[in-house]
């Protein structure tokens, strides 16, 4: 079994900004990537690094099922983040390939298998030499993430995990966005609090930007989550 690194442990208290310099400081030698599907926390934690400097890659998966609005968000985040390298690792079956392979609308029929081709197996490659990732998901964002730590080790992909916006919610977060005038989907204008594939992300009635839910995700089902987050077990390296 794999021996996770001694890393120093990190004050809750520290303010988000100081936290994102030193992570920039501490791992400068080190391979770090930051990781979106372009939702509204990934674009303002893409825009605290890039206030600091930092010319940190950023890698998001197409998984072939993008709304256009995200890929229209995309094309916006990259003209205004010139010093931001962004690298789509999605995969290279194409859905007509996964159809041919699977049957139709696998999404619908087995979502768990759908994601793993489409999501889960692109991303463990993308990692593959990675030291460091960086991702903007927060405790608020549903019981399977209530208690992600600011640092860990994930095993699943055997990297230091780093959670800057942990303690953040929705509400701070839009605060940030308006404030920043940081570009978000417009699809949260429209009661799409959380945005996935356009096969599995249905509005949620009366939701607002400022609010976070995934109860139009993956609408019908039990499942909230692709796999990416909250399903290897972590050692916490918070104090």
Known sequence: MAIAPIVEPVDESTPTEQFIGWTIERFRNRRMVISTSFGMEGCALIDMYAQQGA??????????????????????????????????????????????????????????????????????????????????????????????PLVSWDWKYQVLKVCPLANWDRGRVWEYVTRRRVPYNDLHERGYPSIGCTYCTTPVPGSSPGEYSRAGRWAGTEKTECGLHGVSPLVTLRR
């Open 55 to 148: 010319s940190v890659t950023v890698v998001y998966i197409d998984t072939g099922f993008f709304f256009p609005e995200t890929y229209a968000l995309r094309d916006r985040m990259v003209s205004r983040y010139p010093m931001i390298t962004f690298v789509n690792r999605g995969t290279s079956l194409t859905p007509a390939a996964q159809e041919t392979r699977y049957g139709p609308e696998l999404w619908r029929r087995d979502p768990d298998r759908c994601c793993e081709l489409r999501r889960i197996e692109p991303f463990q490659q993308a990692l593959v030499g990675t030291d460091v990732w960086i991702t903007a998901i927060t405790r608020t964002q549903g019981s399977t993430r209530s208690d992600t």
